[in-house]
């Protein structure tokens, strides 16, 4: 299957039959591998006619990729399964922990930024990698709390994960600055301390600000601060793919797009501040 | 790697129960002493919000139940949100299955048209999204088949618009399956359409059921759930026989 490139978006029940009739850009498409395991029936149907149609990515998450319990056995065989079947080559998923002593939260729980932690996800990392045989690029979850017993800041742990996994980083703008709102950090500093040389994709979202609290819902349309640092970001790393999610109270697919080209515009004023200025002057 | 290093292991230990609601946010600091109030208070803040994320898939897929049950009681379902969750307990791993069985739980806690509701609901949700149920022999793909006491299915359609009345009885069977165009389709079958699911199913000959429809009317009900999806194409010899 072609790699994901340009500005894709997040692959959504309620607009998946429209996607096949639009005749709008999109550049690829990303699913949540879960929402396919073991369910066949329409939105699988329009999975495999959209995969003729654009690049697929796949982004993960309920690997749990920090946690303390094993990896489901079954669940990593139908994940690969998937995987293969759409012939998508990278995996991305979160530096965070979903399940722990048999609950299963449904949610992405940061880790503890310790040393422990670092040498604990980046084991775990590796060995979902071996075990999907394709690469995992990890991605910067939205924190709400400091947890418990961190000695290290955000961007020192998650540079620390992927320099130690070997691994992809998944860069999520929004997070960025949703973690650092809620940090009552500088959303520039801490986008500036992640491993940016390692960005193998960019993720941009809308957030609903509660003032004390950002909540990263995927609900709204993405804030002009957030715009803000996508373009940072791209010109610091350059030409990667770029993901618009959009996951509650999903409009429709026209107003998503919207949101997608106006990430498009972001992106291409960032690549055209980086391009090298050729100097046309001719020594005498 | 079977299992985490120390202190991550004790984080485990310490955080789980915050997060389920099992431990109050200050026990964090049983790993780091000196974990400030403002920590503890965000902690909670955050606990609260996994445990919401939980709430939230039970509250959109029980829309119209949830309409319903506030009609005879001003209270009770979102304590009947809690007490599933509870019950529940994390140990679902598929999130959208997290929703299954809370129209038990209704059935036994508020009046029997609220439970038709939310039975309705949780096939909806069970055919959009959870996956498909086994499929009975004979049947191109899974059917849920229901024979309420009114018309839940209208109902709920008018209650997710805002539009909320004690129901009148009507008894209503209905049919939910996905067509051939895989898209959602509800019928409300006539006898002749019951008839055909039960030989199809193999429930019942048409010679047996010949005293309550003609098996005529059985062959013309199967064409048209053959045709609308519902059941399998027959083999030759079924074939031979509709025709």
Not at chain 1, 193 to 216: E, N, W, Y
Not at chain 2, 134 to 156: E, I, K, Q
């Amino acid at each position: 299957m072609t790699e994901p490139r340009g500005v894709g978006i997040g692959l959504r029940r309620s607009f998946a039959s429209d996607l096949l009739r639009t005749e709008r850009r999109v550049d690829w498409l990303e699913i949540i591998p879960e929402n396919f395991l073991g369910k066949p029936g329409p939105f699988r149907h329009a999975l495999e006619a959209l995969a003729g149609r654009y690049p697929i990515g796949a982004h993960g998450v309920s690997l749990s990729l920090g946690g303390p319990d094993p990896f489901d056995d079954e669940a990593l065989a139908a994940l690969k399964s998937l995987l293969d079947d759409l012939a998508i080559e990278r995996m991305t998923e979160h530096l965070c922990f979903a399940t722990a002593r048999g609950f299963h939260s449904h949610d992405l729980i940061a880790l503890p930024y310790t040393e422990e932690a670092v040498r604990w996800a980046a084991g775990r990392i590796r060995e979902a990698e071996d075990r999907l045989e394709r690469p995992i690029d990890v991605e910067n979850v939205s924190t709400y709390a400091r947890m418990p017993g961190s000695v290290m800041s955000e961007g020192e742990f998650v540079r620390a994960v992927v320099e130690e996994a070997g691994c992809g980083l998944l860069l999520d703008v929004n997070n960025v600055y949703v973690s650092a709102r809620n940090a009552s950090l500088d959303p520039a500093a801490l986008l500036a301390a992640m491993p940016l040389s390692r960005t193998r994709r960019v993720h941009v979202a809308g957030h609903l600000d509660k003032g004390a609290v950002c909540i990263d819902d995927h609900g709204h349309p993405v804030r002009d601060e957030v715009w803000a640092l996508l373009g940072a970001a791209v010109a610091e790393i350059g030409d990667v793919p770029v993901l618009l999610e959009w996951d509650t109270d999903v409009p429709a697919l026209d107003r998503v797009l919207d949101e997608a080209d106006r990430a498009r515009d972001v992106v291409t004023a960032a690549l055209r501040s980086r391009t090298p200025q050729v100097s046309l002057a001719v020594s005498a | 790697m079977s299992s985490p290093p120390p202190g991550l292991t004790r984080f485990f230990d310490a955080v789980v129960p915050i997060l389920r609601g099992d431990a109050p946010a200050s026990a964090a600091r049983a790993i780091e002493p000196g974990y400030s109030a403002h920590d503890v208070a965000r902690l909670a803040m955050f606990g609260g919000m996994v445990r919401r994320q939980r709430a939230l898939l039970l509250e959109k897929v029980f829309r119209a139940t949830c309409a319903a049950w506030a009609l005879e009681a001003p209270e009770g379902f979102e304590e009947a949100v809690a007490a599933h969750l509870a019950d529940e307990g994390g140990a679902e791993p598929d999130y959208p299955s997290i929703a299954l069985g809370f129209a038990d739980r209704v059935a036994s806690a508020a009046p029997s048209w609220v439970a038709e509701v939310a039975d309705w609901e949780e096939c909806l949700h069970r055919l959009r999204v959870v996956g498909a149920p086994p499929v009975d022999p004979g049947l191109r793909g899974p059917v849920l088949a229901r024979a309420y006491s009114f018309d839940v299915p209208a109902w709920t359609k008018a209650a997710r618009r805002g539009v909320v009345a004690r129901p009148t009885a009507s008894p209503t069977p209905v049919l939910a399956f996905r067509d051939r165009e895989e898209t959602l389709r509800r019928l409300r079958p006539g006898p002749g359409h019951v008839a055909a699911l039960a030989v199809a199913r193999g429930e019942a000959t048409p010679e047996a059921l010949a005293s309550v429809v003609p098996a005529e009317a059985i062959a013309t009900a199967a064409a048209e759930l053959t045709e609308l999806g519902l059941l399998a194409e027959p083999g030759p010899r079924g074939h031979t026989e509709a025709r």
